[in-house]
């Protein structure tokens, strides 16, 4: 279904004096408010057609009601979205489970919504029923050379469709490490992977950038192939300049300082994107800013200072998805407060008064150091983000509008109460 704009405007125009009255009171203290309102209304985040339905831990899935249960209705729901906050226009696939049976078509119609495809990824970290060999063991690093290759030819196969739909970037992902200590080589491991690697690196377009994702742990718990930024940039640096580091919040051991991470990719240049989320514990999958809405605000500090050093475009030089689906929520309504929460970071860290922080940093004054940080972080830039959508034709309210406008339930009559979304 697409939100009529009207009501969007209706919605709009009842709140508006109170929107206005917020908006004027922040707007006062800033100086560069224009160019602040332009970056939001620029910065899109691609949505994970993973995410459109309820997800599981490893214990079950409780499924939601009304998930889409095609890629074509993916494309709906990310529709809405965009419609609703005007900064969700792209949407990530994961192949096999979201593989367009006519890519021209699945394009135009991501096209009618304002959506462009993001990175694409693959998927060896599960076995499919129609593959030859098992994953059980890992993919890329496996030991036995046909089951490599059965995972080469799939992220291939990937890119392929990536460039049908017109994305620009694969990523990868492995859950390929070990269990237990004995059970790998750590060097043989490592080279396999990244021969691995380098035959997916070499059937990459000219214009086409390979992610590579880290995780700390799980599925393996004694070691992972790419199990942290490090060995994630040894692969990146070794591949070729078309080989960039990705950085999902949750795949830290506790306590990692993400921010540091990020700046120092970034100096190499390195730094592919994020998969943003939240976590409390390992890799949660929580609503963006859930838990610790300061570390999005620290990171997206560095990226805004890294960015600006190395003149690079906020919105189109890197790559933004959100990575988290969670058990309890309505996953659209879990969205808008990511996207929301990530657009309030950005917003912030667009306020922090850098040359002041850069004095502050050359005389050492600690304090002032965290006084301008914290400055920026606690202003309340909702109105802002508010009036980015607005002026785009955006929802000032999107959660309250999906609610007034009982959006789930719609949905609920059009796909059935029992709708599970495909590959979840
Ligand atoms: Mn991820």
Known sequence: MLINKQLIEEQNSSLLANHKRSFEFVAEGINNLEEVINKL???QIAIPSWALGTGGTR??????????????????????????????????LHIPWDIPSDAAAIKSLA??????????????????????????????QHVDKAIRKQAIDHNIEVIKQGVALGSKALTVWLADGSCFPGQLNFRGAWQRTYESLQEIYAALPDDWKVFVEYKAFEPNFYSMSVGDWGQSYLY???????AYTLVDLGHHLPNANIEQIVSLLMMENKLAGFHFNDSKYGDDDLTVGSINPYQLFLIFNELVEGMDAKGMNHATDLGWMIDASHNVKDPLEDLLQSIEAIMIAYAQALLVDSKALKAAQEINDVVAAQEILQTAYRTDVRPIVAEARRITGGAIKPITLFREQQVRKQLVKARGEKSTATGL
């Open 41 to 43: 209304v620029a910065f």
């Open 59 to 92: 214990f079950g899935r409780f499924s939601g009601s009304g998930e889409p249960r095609s890629l074509e209705e993916k494309i709906e729901d990310v529709g809405l979205l965009h419609a609703l906050n005007q900064s969700s226009g792209a949407i990530s």
């Open 111 to 140: 096209a009618q919504y304002g959506l462009k495809f993001d990175a694409v990824n693959s998927n060896t970290f599960q076995d499919q029923p129609s593959q030859e060999h098992s994953y059980k063991f890992g993919s890329l």
């Open 236 to 242: 990146a640096s070794k591949l070729g300049p078309k």
